[in-house]
């Protein structure tokens, strides 16, 4: 089915570990984003790519890495977890960043540092 | 600076009545608005979206919006509620941000609506 699908939903891991969080989509946008929803904060934007390769830095980019070797891809890594990280993280995409497009949002990925 | 307000974090409704859910924006040039909604454990779905033209623009659902420049502001409404739209709702624009375009969320109103 088309659509934008993330994994895993859930995640509980500890501090200072490697987690990483996928997203892939099936529309061949070419604009995708990684949230963070946080109570009070609403969405914020952490990293964003405009296309294979193209990557750039959002509100709150700091202790995240991102990568988009694929159009259809666009992993999450943090590299040494902290607490500050615990949050419910959304990938979403859209065509073309300038028009009038709105976003799509996967499902979403719960994710418990301990 | 861009931003999104949403004044109330939650609204309570009773079924039948209808609804507004409030947000106002600061953004240069021309507003590209949006409204998302979220059920618990899903992601957002977008509901409607003014670009240009007629300043009440209908979308998914039932709903419709209001844009009104001068007040800058871009409310979410409906007639009649129901109790399944009880649900988290935001309000975005599209904006420049250090150059380039992104979208901006508001905080959220949670939205309940009494049987």
């Known amino acids: 089915d088309a659509g934008i699908t993330q994994s895993p939903r859930y995640k509980i891991t500890e501090t200072g570990r490697q987690v990483t969080l996928m997203c892939h989509q099936t529309w061949s946008h070419s604009y995708m984003f990684w949230y963070r929803q946080d109570l009070g904060h609403g969405l914020r934007l952490i990293y964003y790519?405009?296309?294979?390769?193209?990557?750039d830095k959002g509100e709150v980019p700091d202790g995240y890495v991102v990568s988009r070797s694929k159009t259809e891809n666009f992993p999450l890594t943090l590299e040494s977890a902290t607490r500050s990280q615990t949050s419910v993280y959304f990938c979403?995409?859209?065509?073309?960043?300038?028009?009038?497009?709105?976003?799509?949002f996967g499902d979403g990925t719960r994710l418990s540092i301990l | 600076a861009q931003s999104v307000a949403q004044p109330e974090d939650q609204v309570n409704v009773a079924e039948g009545n209808p609804l507004t859910v409030k947000c106002t924006y600061s953004v240069s040039g021309n507003p590209y608005l949006f409204w998302y909604v979220q059920y618990p454990n899903r992601g957002l779905q977008f509901l409607l979206k003014?670009?240009?033209?007629?300043?009440l623009v209908k979308g998914s659902y039932g709903f419709e919006a209001e844009f009104n420049k001068s007040q800058t502001s871009f409310h979410l409404k409906k007639p009649s509620a129901l109790v399944s739209d009880s649900a988290l709702y935001f309000c975005?624009?599209?904006?420049?941000?250090?150059?380039?375009?992104?979208?901006?969320f508001g905080t959220g109103t949670r939205l309940k609506v009494l049987a």
């Open positions: 003014y670009i240009t033209g007629d300043n």
């Open positions: 790519s405009a296309a294979a390769d193209i990557t």
């Open positions: 975005a624009v599209r904006g420049l941000l250090s150059g380039t375009y992104k979208y901006i």
């Open positions: 979403a995409s859209s065509d073309y960043l300038p028009s009038n497009q709105p976003q799509h």
